[in-house]
Nanobody, 116 residues
Framework: VQLMESGGGLVQPGGSLRLSCLIS????????VAWYRQAPDKEREEREW???????????NYADSVKGRFTISRDSAKNTVYLQMNDLKPEDSAIYYC???????WGQGTQVTVSS
């Protein structure tokens, strides 16, 4: 199983981005999928949990810092999990990682920079 994130970039405060996490390779079952982020001044061990979605997509959780602004979703037919990010703030700037906790598998990350 491999994970590949995409969709990052530079955006102004108040703007939006949609991140994608493509899950490829052999999977026997649907996965719990999480998004984490690592700020520029933080170490790998300090990655911040952002959101989680469970198989079927009905159950989602969000960190308080993004609740109401970010939305996680999944398209099982495309093996892809999305993170819609609205009303972005400079403090949202980070490398965003897709993570499968059941496999302890991380993607390579995608950079999000929020700046005017």
């Amino acid at each position: 199983v491999q994970l590949m994130e995409s969709g990052g970039g530079l955006v102004q405060p108040g703007g939006s981005l949609r991140l994608s996490c493509l899950i490829s390779g052999f999977t026997r079952h649907s996965h719990v999928v999480a998004w984490y982020r690592q700020a520029p001044d933080k170490e790998r061990e300090e990655r911040e949990w952002v959101s989680t979605i469970r198989p079927g997509g009905l159950f989602t959780n969000y960190a308080d810092s993004v609740k109401g602004r970010f939305t996680i979703s999944r398209d099982s037919a495309k093996n892809t999990v999305y993170l819609q990010m609205n009303d972005l703030k400079p403090e949202d700037s980070a490398i965003y990682y897709c993570y499968l906790p059941g496999d302890d598998l991380w993607g390579q990350g995608t950079q999000v920079t929020v700046s005017s």
